[in-house]
């Protein structure tokens, strides 16, 4: 069974960058066709995509956010993590990571994480 739990700070400072984990079991993020992804969700703008890491390595990320977004993996923890930086109150969101099949959409989720940006 696939299971992802995403870990990292709950409350972050403006300026600051958002750093957050995401750690797999039950499959491998090296095995080929299958993207990690990060998605947040807020009461403002809903559900948006944040960037995908593939198992081959290459990263994709949502354009309005490219320049502020880095998705890195340690292959060895089978962990992907996140890293945005400057952040503002309008990063406030609950974030998750979440496994998607080649074209297809996610299909499985962790229980997500809520991030606070706030002196």
């Known amino acids: 069974q696939v299971q992802l739990r995403e870990s990292g700070p709950g409350l972050v400072k403006p300026s600051q960058t958002l750093s957050l984990t995401c750690t797999v079991s039950?499959?491998?993020?090296?095995?080929?066709?299958?993207?990690w992804g990060w998605i947040r969700e807020s009461p403002g703008r809903g559900l948006e995509w944040l960037g995908n890491?593939?198992?081959?390595?290459?990263?994709y990320y949502t354009p309005s956010l490219k320049s502020r977004t880095s998705i890195s993996r340690d292959t060895a923890k089978n962990q992907f993590t996140l890293q945005l930086s400057s952040v503002t109150p309008e990063d406030t969101a609950e974030y998750y990571c979440?496994?998607?099949?080649?074209?297809?959409?996610?299909?499985?989720w962790g229980q997500g994480t809520q991030v606070i940006v706030s002196s």
């Open positions: 890491i593939a198992s081959g390595g290459n990263t």
């Open positions: 039950g499959a491998s993020i090296t095995t080929h066709y299958f993207y």
């Open positions: 979440a496994r998607r099949s080649g074209l297809s959409d996610f299909d499985y």
